[in-house]
């Protein structure tokens, strides 16, 4: 029996999501979770053996939760199911140790058909977008990321460079930097850029 925890943040979705899994022989669902930290608690409290989350959830993000999985140590496969057919998104995915990265418009069955396969140890990436991720990097470093996304929600360079404990020139130097990468022509411009690739 494959053990297996929900984290989705919309009700609907999550209860789908539950149902169908439970239709299944072989699959268990332990618990479905409303967002991604009570789905960090509960995972440690119930250790399963598959994390189907979302990507983006109040609390901790479905990557958050899967780079705690990973720094834990705990032996969870996680596989993403989300709406965000991007491949910067991908990209950060893979490298927090997602073992599966699924859309929502995907045939239902292939949501099972994953649980199985990353449970047996292997990996689950849709094709289009593993294609296209190896072709567009990221050019975004991490504290440029982090700058531009303090940014992109109304914080002042100011609000983020006591935030992150950095001078307020370190700040604006990032921010520059981050806006020349993207060729945009501003700090709102280059946040909505960087989103759209799943950047941020």
């Given at each position: ?5 929900l ?19 072989d ?14 608690t ?22 958050e ?6 720094e ?6 996680v ?54 991720a ?17 940014a992109?929600?109304?914080?002042s ?12 020139g ?29 950047w941020?």
């Amino acid at each position: 029996m494959i053990r297996v925890l929900l984290a989705e943040d919309q009700a609907m979705v999550r209860g789908a999501l539950a149902a169908l899994l439970s239709l299944e022989d072989d699959v268990h669902v332990l618990a479905s979770c409303p967002d991604g930290a009570v789905a960090w608690t509960e995972t440690l409290r119930l250790r399963p053996d598959v994390i189907v989350a979302d990507i983006e959830m109040p609390g901790l993000t479905g990557l958050e939760l899967a780079m705690r999985v990973r720094e834990a140590g705990l032996p969870s496969k996680v596989v993403i199911v989300t709406t965000f057919a991007r491949t910067g998104y991908l990209r950060r995915a893979l490298e927090a140790g997602v073992a599966g990265y699924i859309l929502k418009d995907a045939p239902a069955e292939q949501l099972a058909a994953a649980v199985r396969r990353v449970h047996a140890g292997g990996r689950v990436i849709d094709p289009q977008l593993a294609v296209e991720a190896w072709t567009e990097a990221d050019p975004l470093s991490e504290r440029e990321r982090q700058v531009l996304r303090l940014a992109g929600e109304g914080r002042s360079s100011a609000d983020i460079a006591s935030q992150l404990n950095l001078s307020l020139g370190t700040v604006r130097n990032y921010l520059s930097d981050a806006i020349g990468k993207l060729h945009a022509s501003n700090r709102v411009e280059a946040y909505r850029l960087a989103r759209q690739k799943g950047w941020l």
